[in-house]
C-alpha cells in the first residue's frame, strides 16, 4: 500500500492571490487604519499618522529579518523592553584587608607556587598546566 506523503509543509499556502492569509490579514489592516485615519483627521495630519501604519504594515507582512518573520523581531524587542531582566553576577569590590601576622606565618609555613594567569588558546592553556605539573614532580623538561 502506497502512502503519499506531504512535501513544502513549511511554506504556507496562498489564499489570497499572491498573498499567504497572514500577509493578507496584515496588509488589509493596515488599508483599514490608514482609511479610518484619512476619514477621521484632516488630510495633511492623516497623511504623517498614515505613511507609518503602512510602512509597519507592509513590513508586518513581507519583510523577513533573518530568515524570521518582522512580526517574530517585533515580539522579541516587546519582550525584551518591557520584560524583567534578569543579572545573574554583578561584580563586587572586596574591601582590603590587612594582612596580620598570622597570614604571613600560614603563607610562610604552608607556600603557594606562583600560578600565572593562563591566556591565549586552551590548547596552550592545557601544554602550560602540564608542564608545570611535570615540573612540580621534578621531571625535566
Not at 488630510?43 to 513590513?59: D, G, M, Q, R, T
Amino acid at each position: 500500500m502506497r502512502y503519499e506523503v506531504p512535501q513544502f509543509i513549511e511554506i504556507e499556502d496562498k489564499i489570497v492571490g499572491p498573498l499567504t492569509w497572514k500577509q493578507f490579514l496584515f496588509t488589509a489592516g493596515g488599508i483599514g487604519g490608514s482609511l479610518l485615519l484619512w476619514l477621521s483627521l484632516p488630510k495633511i495630519i492623516a497623511i504623517f499618522f498614515i505613511v507609518p501604519v503602512v510602512v509597519l504594515s507592509l513590513a508586518l507582512a513581507f519583510y523577513k529579518y533573518n530568515q524570521r518573520p518582522f512580526v517574530l523581531l517585533l515580539e522579541s524587542w516587546f519582550y525584551y523592553t518591557f520584560g524583567n531582566k534578569l543579572y545573574i553576577w554583578k561584580k563586587r569590590e572586596k574591601p582590603f584587608k590587612e594582612p596580620s601576622i598570622q597570614d604571613e606565618v600560614e603563607a610562610l609555613v604552608n607556600p603557594q607556587p606562583y600560578v600565572p594567569k593562563m591566556s591565549d588558546s586552551k590548547l596552550k592553556d592545557l601544554s602550560w598546566a602540564l608542564d608545570i605539573d611535570r615540573r612540580n614532580k621534578g621531571e625535566v623538561l
